[in-house]
């Protein structure tokens, strides 16, 4: 998160906005728990145990959708033979970049 979500001001770390004090802590945790799954998606990977990775990689798309998480996602569903929820993530990535572009 870059910015406040409810007056667009620059956050700078801290728990409340220095702008309008909303409390946007448990935003920062919810993103700091997505990319712990992230990370642990990528672990999983790493010592080829697919369903884990699918799982790990699943919670973190189920707490922040961006398209490196849904990327993850799809992967690790094709690796674990899951390939209808593959063809699904597929489309919300491609649903995803196209909301970034415009």
């Known amino acids: 998160m ?9 956050w700078n770390g801290n728990r ?4 309008c004090k909303s409390d946007i802590g448990k ?6 728990a997505s990319d712990d799954f992230y990370q642990q998606a990528i672990a999983a990977y790493e010592s080829s145990d697919y369903p884990a990775m699918l799982n790990y990689a699943t919670r973190a798309c ?18 674990s033979e899951q390939f209808d929820a ?11 970049k ?3 572009h415009i």
């Open 27 to 32: 935003l920062a945790d919810i993103e700091t």
């Open 2 to 10: 870059q910015r406040c979500p409810v007056c667009n001001a620059r």
């Open 98 to 100: 196209q909301e970034n």
């Open 16 to 19: 409340n906005c220095h702008r």
């Open 86 to 96: 593959a063809l699904n993530l597929r489309g919300k990535f491609i649903s995803s």
């Open 62 to 79: 189920s707490l922040r959708r961006t398209p490196k998480t849904i990327r993850m996602a799809a992967c690790a569903a094709l690796l």
